[in-house]
């Protein structure tokens, strides 16, 4: 420990000792075990104590309370005081980062030291908790919260923008929140992500971690869809003359795009916090939730570990996560497959309490993968619920909103819905779509 930084946590306690108007804010600030001095650490305790019992605060009062054999380090701050005392809450936040600083250092040499990849994994998670955490708490006043509003008005709105009117109309999901997008297997969740993952970075940095698909697949997928070049025809290398250029073309629009794929087979957490932060994504895909390598004592305790670290993760960073999450098999009724809802995300009811916005995919006809796909927006804190009905291309890995948008076709679907699960029409409303449907979602 440096000399100077000794000296400052001396100046610090002398300061306070002396003057009590910022002891409350620098409570706030500075913990405890932020002090290389036990002694110090145990006079500052003392301090903080006393403050918030309303009895007064002096070097006669902490002696008083701790006893003689302190009166020799009191002393000492007293003498280092003037150190500290023309802006005592900044160096207080000072001493807290090169606390912050010093057990970084350490965890880091923990990482370095490991034997094992459990080991490593622990020493990482440690490293990363640290970077994360706050040297101090942030409390808004009314005045600041209302001046800060008013500010928010004369700018621009911070909402992501999905490039599908319906949605943007109605989901204000912003940076720092948990999306969901929910499906059963084979539902076209991959599919749907990709095509919004592409979709919004024409506006913000997307980084879209795969754990389940390779780079290459994903690339194919996006080709096919960027050219509409038919798949199979891709992976058969049966391209006409006509083909060959919308393919070099659809290359061009894909390689401006600030969208990046991350292979991440094995991933925790913590290893797509870091790469996030590392490559300064704004928004991030993660394809899916429940595949991430993370502990647990058993599978619901494991996923709800997963969905709060995510959740934990975009409040703190600011970076949209949009975590794709299987569905648990869906109910029956009279035989017939209910549509899902919220409490169907598979394996913990923290998913359902962590999400900002969730969406849900699935086919319009159970019985028929290829039939178009309804897109549920069945959670929406700041926002309306609503369904979107998709035409699902699965040749060219392509959604389109559906081009009718009134009468008849919407009634028969409203139906079909309703007759597939009692509730679930009234609960959720259908909007019109105004959208070009030579547009792909």
Known sequence: MPDWVKQNEYAVVGALLEDQHDIGEVAEKLKPDAFSVVLLRTVYQEIIRLHFADEPVSAASVLNAIGSDYEPIIKQALEFSAFARSDLPFYAGVLMEQSRLGQIRHAAAELAASETMDAANDAMAALNGLMVTKSSVQVVDSGEAAADFFARLGSSPEYLKWNIPDIDAKVYAEPGDLILLGGYPSSGKTLLAVQLALSMSRTYRVGFFSLETSARKLTDRIMSHLSQVPLAKIKRRDLNEAEWAALADASTKFDALPFSIVPAAGFSVHDIQAVARNRKFQIIFVDYLQIINEKGKDRFDKVS??????????????????????????????????????????????????????FILYPSDPNDNASSRILKVAKNKEGEKAIIELDFDGATQTMRVHEKTRGEHYREVHKAIAAAGKGCAGQVKFTEIKNDPNASV
Not at 310 to 339: D, N, Y
């Open 305 to 358: 570990n997963i969905s709060l670290g995510l959740h934990t993760f975009s409040q703190e960073s600011k970076i949209a996560v949009i975590a794709l999450s299987q569905l648990s098999r869906p109910e029956k009724e009279s035989g017939k497959p209910k549509p899902p809802t919220m409490a169907s995300f598979r394996e913990s009811g923290q998913i359902e309490q962590d999400a900002d916005v969730a």
